[in-house]
C-alpha cells in the first residue's frame, strides 16, 4: 500500500524551511527519501531505520517515528536548489519499495 | 564512472510488437528494480531482484517480464505492449539483497520514456 504524503505541494521563499511528511499504513523496516529534478533520475538524500539509525546527506535531516509509520523531511532555509518532487519510500519486510506519490517543492528568489 | 545505463532512452512503438528495454549497472550491485512513473502517481515498482535468478513481483507486473540472468543485467520486456503502459520507466540498482536494499540508495539509471501507439 503505498504511503501517503503531505501536503502534495509546498512554494516558498528563498530561505524559508519546509516540512514533507509521510506516512505508512504498514509495519516499516525503513524510509527512504529521494528529489528528483524535472526531467531527471531521482536522487538519494536519506534512509531512517528503526532503531534511530540514519543515513544520508548532512544538510537534509528528517525524522521516522516507528510507532506511528510516520516520518519527517525537514528542508530548512530552502535554497532554489531545493526545488522539485521529493518521495518517501518505504520498506517492510519483503524487498518492495513501494513510493509515495510526491510533494512538489518549489523555491522562489 | 560507476552508473546505471538504460537503452533506449526514447521509445515509440505500436500496440502488439514486443520490446525490450535494457538495464544494466556496473557496480556489482545485487539488488536491480524497475519502475514506472506516472504523473501524480509517483514512482511505482514493476519488479525487483534480490540476486540472480531471484525476482520477485512489486505492485504493478501485470504486462512485464523481467528476467536476471547475470547480476550486472535486468532487461524490462513488453510482450504485447498496449497504450497503458506509455510511461517514464527507471531502472535502479542497490548493493546487497534484502538487508541491503532496506539500508542502502537507489542507484536510478537516466529513464526511458516510452510511449505506445
Known sequence: QQPVQSPQAVILREGEDAVINCSSSKALYSVHWYRQKHGEAPVFLMILLKGGEQKGH???????????????????????????????????NTGKLIFGQGTTLQVKP | EAQVTQNPRYLITVTGKKLTVTCSQNMNHEYMSWYRQDPGLGLRQIYYSMNVEVTDKGDVPEGYKVSRKEKRNFPLILE????????????ASSPTGLAGARYNEQFFGPGTRLTVL
Request: glycine share 6%; charged share 10%.
Open chain 1, 58 to 92: 548532512e544538510k537534509i535531516s528528517a525524522s521516522f517515528n516507528e510507532k506511528k509509520q510516520q516520518s519527517s523531511l525537514y528542508l530548512t532555509a530552502s535554497q532554489l536548489s531545493y526545488s522539485g518532487t521529493y518521495f518517501c519510500g518505504t520498506l517492510g
Open chain 2, 80 to 91: 504485447s505492449p498496449s497504450p497503458n503502459q506509455t510511461s517514464l520507466y527507471f531502472c
